[in-house]
């Protein structure tokens, strides 16, 4: 499976942006700061640039794994009801550990992460929950029970 979450929109506190699964438009997503930080910059540039809690990651291609329980969201009863605490983490992320797709509202609710929704309110997620649930069912839970490999390519449409 292939997802590509193109950046639309930045500003000094969040980012917007849209993401596709193979190719069609699932819903909308809010991070933190895009900084301009790319895959290519070295681990040292990105760690200079970053701004913790507060900048999204790099552009560029990861691999996303189903197979590792979040120790944090394990724990809400949305996301143990839903897929057992087991969300989208990217992978080998320079600069950044533990990066998840996940619900959430604000750029407050990030922390690097990619929150999923839809962006009906200028600088926040509306139906988070909701979208979240859709997407995991349609797109995510039967990927993970298929073994199917999953990646994410991050664009973005304007100039930093």
């Keep these: 499976m292939k997802i590509e979450l193109v950046r639309i929109f930045t500003c000094p506190t969040y980012t917007?942006?849209?993401?596709?699964?193979?190719?069609?438009?699932?819903?909308?997503?809010?991070?933190?700061?895009?900084?301009?930080?790319?895959?290519?910059?070295?681990?040292?540039?990105?760690?200079?640039?970053?701004?913790?809690?507060?900048?999204?990651?790099?552009?560029g291609t990861y691999k996303v794994t189903m197979d590792i329980p979040s120790p944090k969201f394990s724990q809400y009863p949305f996301y143990r009801k839903l897929c057992?605490?087991?969300?989208?983490?990217?992978?080998?992320?320079?600069?950044?550990?533990?990066?998840?797709?996940?619900?959430?509202?604000?750029?407050?609710?990030?922390?690097?992460?990619?929150?999923?929704g839809l962006n009906t309110v200028k600088g926040r997620l509306t139906n988070s929950q909701k979208t979240y649930t859709t997407f995991m069912g349609l797109h995510m839970l039967p990927a993970k029970k298929m073994k199917e490999e999953i990646t994410i390519t991050i664009t973005r449409k304007y100039k930093i």
């Design 16 to 59: 917007i942006g849209k993401l596709y699964v193979d190719g069609e438009w699932v819903c909308d997503t809010l991070e933190d700061t895009d900084r301009g930080l790319d895959q290519s910059m070295s681990e040292a540039e990105i760690r200079k640039r970053k701004v913790y809690r507060q900048t999204a990651i790099p552009t």
């Design 84 to 116: 057992k605490g087991y969300l989208p983490r990217l992978l080998e992320v320079k600069g950044f550990d533990g990066i998840l797709m996940h619900c959430g509202s604000t750029a407050d609710n990030s922390a690097g992460c990619i929150l999923i």
